[in-house]
């Protein structure tokens, strides 16, 4: 039972354009939404995060735009880099049990330069 | 400041083996958790702990034991190695402040023959 859908799983941008991916959830308990970025060999690293009570966060090229009464959460890179190829993954966490944090499957994300 | 430590890096086991996935953190955190990772498959939560002599059991723990007799260390035991269970493993850590982002080691890719 998967409680967090991420698409697409893949996904090629061209160096500079947006790169956009999606996050949908069914359990409204959630309360806190991260996005983790992975390079090839290395661990995740959180990259940015938001709570329901905005409905965008944006951090450099990074936003993510969040619309409760949907249940989907996006993440929005901008001026696309080939720096910026790697995995991200969507996530969330139920309010006041952060310690079952649910991951997406992932979306591997490649940059032409 | 080391941060998640993972070891070995890489392990090659015949069916049946036992062995023990090693994970350290200098950053004093409470919880810490294990996670592998499947193509397709996103971040599945094994087992985590949220302090020392505290385990519970996350998303697939079958096959899988861990003990937390200190802050620092979170091993992860596999009695008897499966081919099912070749697949890349994260340990995690992070504090107890709500929201406080998890720290992942550089993770240990086990293959079962």
């Known amino acids: 039972q998967q409680q967090v859908k991420q698409s697409p799983q893949s996904l090629i941008v061209q160096k500079g354009g947006i790169s956009i991916i999606n996050c949908a959830y069914e359990?409204?308990?959630?309360?806190?939404f991260p996005w983790y970025q992975q390079f090839p060999g290395k661990g995740p690293a959180l990259l940015i995060a938001?709570?329901?009570?905005?409905s965008e966060k944006k951090e450099g090229r990074f936003t993510i735009s969040f619309n409760k009464s949907a249940k989907q959460f996006s993440l929005h890179i901008m001026d696309s880099q080939p720096g910026d190829s790697a995995t991200y993954f969507c996530a969330a966490s139920p309010l006041n049990r952060d310690d079952k944090i649910i991951f997406g499957k992932g979306t591997r994300l490649h940059i032409l330069p | 400041n080391a941060g998640v430590t993972q070891t070995p890096k890489f392990q090659v086991l015949k069916t049946g083996q036992s062995m023990t996935l090693q994970c350290a953190q200098d950053m004093n955190h409470e919880y810490m958790s294990w996670y592998r990772q499947d193509p397709g498959m996103g971040l599945r939560l094994i087992h985590y702990s949220v302090g020392a002599g505290i385990t519970d059991q996350g998303e697939v723990p079958n096959g899988y034991n861990v003990s937390r007799s200190t802050t620092e260390d979170f091993p992860l035991r596999l009695l008897s190695a499966a081919p099912s269970q070749t697949s890349v493993y994260f340990c995690?850590?992070?504090?107890?402040?709500?929201?406080?982002?998890?720290?992942f080691g550089n993770g240990t890719r086990l293959t079962v023959t």
């Open positions: 995690a850590s992070r504090n107890r402040v709500k929201y406080s982002p998890l720290h």
């Open positions: 938001i709570r329901p009570d905005v």
């Open positions: 359990n409204t308990a959630f309360d806190y």
